[in-house]
């Protein structure tokens, strides 16, 4: 149910602005708000359904990881522009190495950072940047996204990457989900022989932190 309710919305949502646009005249300025509202919505349709169709091929072994030397700071670096233009007033703070390269599924490592941005944005007060960093340490590379939003139980750091599992305080639950973003970062990080953690933000919130090994140049 959690899952319909979620593709429903997008559509519901888009539908409305269009007729909307079709049906009263509208400034300049209100137009282009619909339609950046329209936009941000079949974006999220699109995750959505990227990751109902990954998370159902991961579960049947039907997906065959990929791996190439790919660059990670790229690959951030466009997430965090993408997510900017979908939401332009969030504040999106990044602090990006640059020349990081991995041995990964290019596919794959793109919906590992979309999921854990667009995650920040939705439990991280509006008003409050989120930080994504990537860095090199030793012969690792590690991205942080960092959020200042009511963070995670301790008892809840390990259930969030289970499958379908939303929990949490009640501004957490409130929040939009289908409880499959956690759960596929977990999968494509352990598929890719990297680990992802979760650990507190001080003095609040939560940093997401994945690691993975440079890529042997």
């Known amino acids: 149910m959690a899952i319909t309710h979620e593709l429903k919305t997008p559509i519901a949502v888009s539908k409305l602005n269009l007729e909307t646009l079709l049906r009263r005249k509208l400034t300049e300025e209100m137009q282009k708000s619909l339609l950046q509202a329209s936009l941000q919505e079949t974006s999220r349709l699109n995750m959505l359904c990227n990751n109902l169709l990954l998370s159902s091929q991961i579960d049947a072994g039907a997906y065959a990881v990929t791996k190439e030397v790919v660059s990670w700071s790229e690959i951030t670096q466009d997430c965090v522009k993408e997510n900017s233009n979908r939401f332009p007033q969030r504040k999106i703070e990044a602090d990006i190495t640059e020349n990081v390269f991995i041995e990964a599924d290019h ?6 950072v979309n999921n854990l941005i667009e995650n920040a944005l939705k439990y991280a007060p509006k008003d409050k940047p989120i930080q994504v960093v990537l860095k090199l340490h030793e012969a690792n590379a590690i991205l942080e996204v960092k959020d200042e939003g009511p963070g995670i139980l301790e008892a809840d750091k390990e259930k969030i990457f289970k499958k379908f599992t939303r929990l949490g305080n009640e501004a957490t639950i409130r929040a939009k989900g289908t409880g499959l973003g956690l759960f596929l970062i977990k999968r494509i990080i352990t598929k890719l022989k990297g680990d992802v953690t979760v650990t507190d933000n001080v003095p609040q919130g939560s940093i997401f932190s994945v690691q993975l090994k440079k890529a042997k140049q």
Do not use: G, I, K, N
């Open 107 to 112: 596919l794959l490592l793109e919906m590992v």
